[in-house]
């Protein structure tokens, strides 16, 4: 399994966001050496499939990042279909349940030591509390994001992803044993786009991040390189 960041640019995760593999390739060139993982998300993979993976993999260990969200069965499966193509981190959606995380888990045990990181997302960190109320939540998201990180953590996640408005919640309530990784990051001045719990890279990180998730900031940057550079020089050991 991946180690945790020991600190600076291993704890940026740039998201390659882009339907295009050539510019996916081109990103994980220029970005590889400038952070730690890089991120493989829906859009790439829906786009490109496993040879995106292969392609990114080639430059930096790669977060796979799909958010599985079905029955335990299905999970499995899917999670058993992604193995070959080892990724260092997988998502799946910790709304699916405790059976749904379990059976994941087992399924990545199949890669022995080597396995992903197996990582539970709580609340979407686009969703504000109007947005988690609309489907039926009434409690804060800082109490979904909790029950949902305790219940997913119990039945075998490795880590979870949640804003960097939860980061020190979790690590106060959890410890320091489920690796967090934290998208919603804007450096100061950036536009949140659809983010509604965010916070800076140096801001995540003092609350608990392990790492850091950062996407249009830096690939629609005119130089995506000097973007991701200038965001690790500000995170701290
Ligand atoms: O709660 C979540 C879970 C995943 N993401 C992903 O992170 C990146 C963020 O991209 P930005 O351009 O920095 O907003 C993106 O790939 C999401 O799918 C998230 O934002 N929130």
Redesign the pocket.
Known sequence: MIARPAGGAARLIP?I?TGDLARAEALAAALAGRCGVL?V??ELFCAAGAPAVAAVTRHAPVFL?L?LHDIPNTVAGALRSLLPLRPAMVTLHAGGGPAMVAAARDAAERAGADRPLLLA?TV???MDAAALAATGVADSPAAQVLRLARMAVAAGADGL?C?PQEAALLRAELGPGPALVV???RPAGSAA???ARTATPAEAVAAGADWI?????ITGAADPAAAAASIAATLPG
């Open positions: 998201a966001d991120k998300g829906l990042d958010k997302v979407l960190t686009s992803v804003s998208p919603g990051v786009g659809d983010q998730v950062v996407g249009r900031p």
